[in-house]
C-alpha cells in the first residue's frame, strides 16, 4: 500500500483562495459543489474539507495529518498541534483577518471597560471570554449562529467578528472599538504525523512550494535588454531579491537583464528604467518564489 498524506482544507470563505494558492504551489484541485472530499492531482494526498472552527481539533484528535486553518481557531480551540508555517492569505486580499470588538455607531460605548454588564455576540467565545478576564470586564458572552453584523444595538449591545477591510461592519453602522486576535492561516500537523518521517518529509515539501506561491502573489518578474553602457545606471534604478541576473547578448554591447520586484512598484518603475535606456520591457506574472 502506498503512502498517503491525509490534509484538510478549509471550506467555506477561504476555500477558493486556497486552491489557488496549491495550483500555484503545482497541485490541482477539483471538486464538486455537494463534496468535501476534493480530487488532487498528486497519488500521496488524500484531500477532505473541514470548517475552519473545527479543524484544528480534528488534526490533533488525529482524524487526519494535517491542515491550513486560521490562528484564531487553533487559539479558540486550545488545540495542540504542530505548526509548521503561517501563510498570509485570505478569501479578498493578503492582509491578515482581525477579531475585532464594534459597537453601534449611536452607541455611548468607547471602550471594553463601558461594556460590565452587557452582552456581546461572537463565534469566537472562548476568545472574547480570555479578553474579557484580561480587561478585568464582566460581560455575558453570547454564541452568534450568524449575520452577527446586525445584532448591535437590539440583539447586543456588542459584538466580536472577522474583518480584513472592515467594509461589512462599515455598511452595518458600526464602529470597531478594539482589536481582539489578528490570525493568518497556519499550516499545522497532528504531532504523531509530524514524528513520522515519510509524512513529515512530504509536508515539508508542501510547506516549501506553499510558502514560494504565497511569496510570490505579490511579485512579478522584469525583463529587459540594455546596452551597456547604461547597465550601471538601470542596476543601479532595480531593486531586487538579489541582484539582478546580468546575460551578454549574441548582439555585442547588449545584456540581458532579469529580476524578481514587488507588482506595487511596476507601474513607476517602468516608466524610469524605459527613460534610463532599458528596451524589450516584459513583465510577466511567477507561481513561486523560493529563496
Known amino acids: 500500500m502506498s503512502n498517503k498524506l491525509r490534509i484538510a482544507l478549509p471550506k467555506g470563505s477561504l476555500e477558493e483562495a486556497t486552491y489557488n494558492i496549491f495550483k500555484k504551489a503545482g497541485f490541482s484541485i477539483s471538486v464538486n459543489s455537494r463534496s468535501y472530499y476534493p480530487s488532487v492531482d498528486d497519488a500521496e494526498l488524500e484531500v477532505v474539507l ?5 479543524m484544528s481539533r480534528y488534526i490533533e484528535d ?3 495529518d494535517c491542515g491550513l486553518t486560521g490562528y484564531d481557531w487553533i487559539q479558540e480551540n486550545e488545540s495542540d498541534v504542530v505548526e509548521l508555517c503561517q501563510l498570509q492569505y485570505s478569501k479578498r486580499t ?8 464594534a459597537v453601534h455607531n449611536d452607541s ?9 454588564g452587557k452582552k456581546i455576540s461572537t463565534e469566537l467565545v472562548n476568545m472574547t471570554k480570555k479578553y474579557l478576564k484580561k480587561h478585568k470586564v464582566s460581560a455575558e458572552v453570547e454564541f452568534s449562529w450568524g449575520a452577527t453584523e446586525v445584532k448591535p444595538p437590539r440583539l447586543a449591545d456588542a459584538i466580536v467578528e472577522a474583518t480584513e477591510t472592515g467594509s461589512s461592519l462599515r455598511a452595518n453602522n458600526l ?8 490570525s493568518i492561516p497556519r499550516f499545522i500537523a497532528n504531532k504523531q504525523s509530524a514524528k513520522d518521517t515519510w509524512k513529515r518529509r512530504k509536508m515539508d515539501n508542501l510547506v516549501m512550494l506553499l510558502e514560494g506561491a504565497v511569496r510570490a502573489q505579490e511579485k512579478v518578474g522584469l525583463k529587459m535588454n540594455v ?18 541576473t546580468v ?15 514587488d507588482e506595487c512598484i511596476v507601474r ?18 511567477l507561481n513561486k518564489v523560493i529563496p
Open 50 to 54: 473541514f470548517r475552519p472552527q473545527e
Open 62 to 64: 488525529g482524524v487526519v
Open 94 to 101: 493578503s492582509n491578515p483577518v482581525r477579531w475585532v470588538l
Open 108 to 116: 455611548k460605548f468607547k471602550t471594553v471597560k463601558d461594556l460590565e
Open 175 to 182: 464602529r470597531i472599538i478594539d482589536t481582539i486576535i489578528t
Open 227 to 244: 546596452a551597456k553602457k547604461d547597465l550601471q545606471r538601470i542596476l543601479n534604478i532595480l531593486p531586487a531579491l538579489k541582484n539582478p
Open 247 to 261: 546575460s551578454s547578448l549574441s548582439v555585442g554591447g547588449w545584456h540581458d537583464v532579469d529580476t524578481i520586484i
Open 268 to 285: 513607476e518603475l517602468i516608466p524610469e528604467l524605459k527613460k534610463n535606456g532599458a528596451e524589450g520591457i516584459i513583465e510577466y506574472p
